[in-house]
């Protein structure tokens, strides 16, 4: 699986941005997706996931109720809506598959996830 991240950008605190995640290959829609971010001079982090079939999506709570995440198994496109976006929010995100096929249990930690694509700058200026 290969991922190609897109729709970042410069925005003013309070606005909003959709991130895109388009999907190479045939497998896309057996693997739960995840959005990770890094700021500079901090660690990779969890932001947020969704399960292969969709549904819920899991958020990092810094995030809940902001950020939506959801999938087009069809486009093999997952996406992150983030709104009321803050100077904290400001990092390159990333995108990532699991590397378990029809996975029973929706990860949140890094180790987990095989694929990743190459990030989007997200810069949220106050």
Do not use: H
């Amino acid at each position: 699986v290969q991922l190609q991240a897109s729709g970042g950008g410069l925005v003013q605190a309070g606005g909003s941005l959709r991130l895109s995640c388009a999907a190479s290959g045939r497998s896309f829609s057996r693997y739960s997706m995840g959005w990770f971010r890094q700021a500079p001079g901090k660690e990779r982090e969890f932001v947020a996931a969704i399960k292969w079939g969709g549904g819920n999506g899991y958020y990092a709570d810094s995030v809940k109720g902001r950020f939506t995440i959801s999938r087009d198994n069809a486009k093999n496109t997952v996406y992150l809506q983030m709104n009321s976006l803050k100077p904290e929010d400001t990092a390159v995100y990333y995108c990532s598959a699991d590397g378990e096929p029809f996975a029973a249990v929706v990860y949140t930690t890094q180790r987990n996830y095989r694929y990743w694509g190459q990030g989007t700058q997200v810069t949220v200026s106050s």
